[in-house]
């Protein structure tokens, strides 16, 4: 059996897909296996972000995701979890380059910004013309982002930001960069937009960025080694006020993006989930020791059967959570649920193939290694599972645990 023929899907959830989601599926799952798949190893080895597979990304009608108009597809939540599990069965770098370029950056954009602004901006970023990035996390503020430090001063038409972030995916070549500051003026969060090339005061000597946006890219990762993540000083950085996204006042608007999103989390933990099943059914069935496949010992058909269960529940919250979004009632403890759960049964996946494949399973023509290092960062990012259960604590007893 190859691994393409191992059945992911035990409770037939895609069944329930429509004509236009199964033919998304289709269309990305082919993508992933003639573009990404032959190539990925060699860069996420090197590190490096295989720019060459942007045209085929622009061109599968997925960039926006569940925003409509402005040159996206609109989707629908399910069919917008569907393109980051297929995506992700590939690779996680890859999703996570989309995730932050659609979901965070657009999605912001679209989220808080007015009819002009989004004009501006979100169509050149539909075509994949132009790179986002999503800079919240700094240094020393990454589960408790709402105490972020960096600073937002206004002086005359523009304003004027202070601070460090880090752990921004793109943030080195991104054209278009949503940075969240505190006035000081009022104290609140607000939401910044760094187009590339700027005006508004001396650039920086290769005449890319304004010279006081300074990203470095963050090396020595052990996953998601394909994405660029940047550590970026801004150090009087000048924004036009024409760029402060309207529609976003406090921290409260930061987290209604934040809960969005947070469903592509989770499913990019199923994707990474059936990609390991798949792989370590697969070598079960190959694999032969003491004269006959490993697949015949009780000990590995009790482990793939309960990998199997896993996975398929982490598939039904994930249908489910898509229906609530659908209707709009999806609230942000059932989003923390489901990230919580979906990543913790992620990583045991990953983990339980492979330790299947055994010293092979360390190879990366194998491919899971990637997946269960890569699964890794999804737990952490987007909320750690610490904290996911927290916001679920709270929701539960109406005591908070961060005070």
């Known amino acids: 059996m190859t691994q393409s023929e191992v059945n992911v899907d035990y409770f037939r959830l895609d069944d329930g897909l429509t004509d236009g989601e199964r033919a998304l599926r289709d269309r990305v799952r082919a993508y992933v296996a003639s573009d990404i798949l032959p190539i990925i190893n060699d860069f996420w080895e090197r590190a490096e972000f295989p720019a060459e597979l942007l045209p085929g990304l622009a061109r599968l009608g997925i960039i926006g995701s569940t925003i409509n108009g402005y040159g996206c597809p609109g989707l629908s939540r399910r069919a917008a979890g569907i393109v980051a599990r297929e995506i992700a069965r590939g690779d996680g770098s890859i999703n996570t380059f989309l995730g932050v370029h659609s979901s965070l950056c657009m999605g912001a954009i679209n989220m808080l910004g007015s009819p002009e602004q989004k004009q501006r901006w979100l169509p050149s970023l539909a075509t994949l013309e132009k790179i986002g990035a999503f800079a919240l996390t700094e240094p020393e503020h990454g589960s408790d982002s709402v105490a972020l430090e960096t600073s937002a001063r206004r002086d005359g038409e523009d304003f004027v930001l202070n601070g460090h972030k880090r752990w921004i995916g793109n943030g080195d070549r991104a054209d278009v960069v949503v940075i969240f500051a505190r006035d000081v003026a009022d104290s609140q969060v607000k939401a910044f937009v760094l187009e590339k090339g700027d005006d508004v005061r001396e650039k920086s000597g290769d005449g890319a960025y304004p010279a006081g946006y300074r990203p470095t890219v ?47 989390a989770a499913w990019e933990a199923v994707g990474h989930g059936m990609a390991a099943y798949e792989i370590a059914v697969a070598y079960a069935l190959e694999r032969r020791q003491f004269g006959k496949p490993i697949g015949s010992f009780q000990l590995v058909q009790s482990r793939l059967a309960n990998m199997l269960s896993e996975l398929t529940s982490m598939q039904l919250m994930c249908t489910r959570m898509a229906e609530l979004a659908e209707a709009d009632q999806l609230t942000g403890p059932m989003a923390s649920m489901v990230k919580m759960s979906t990543a913790q049964k992620g990583k045991w996946i990953c983990a339980e193939a492979r330790d299947i494949l055994a010293g092979n399973g360390l190879l990366l023509e194998r491919h899971v290694a990637r997946h ?25 007893t109406g005591i908070s645990a961060f005070k």
């Open 218 to 264: 963050i090396t020595g990762k052990s996953g998601k080694r394909a994405i660029m993540q940047a550590d970026i000083v801004l150090e009087n950085l000048w924004i036009p006020a024409r760029n402060v996204l309207e529609f976003c006042h406090s921290f409260k608007d930061v987290s209604s993006v934040l809960t969005a999103t947070r469903g592509g």
């Open 372 to 396: 269960l290092t890569d699964m890794d960062v999804v737990s952490t990012y987007e909320g750690t599972d610490s904290i996911q259960s927290l916001l679920v604590g709270r929701d539960i």
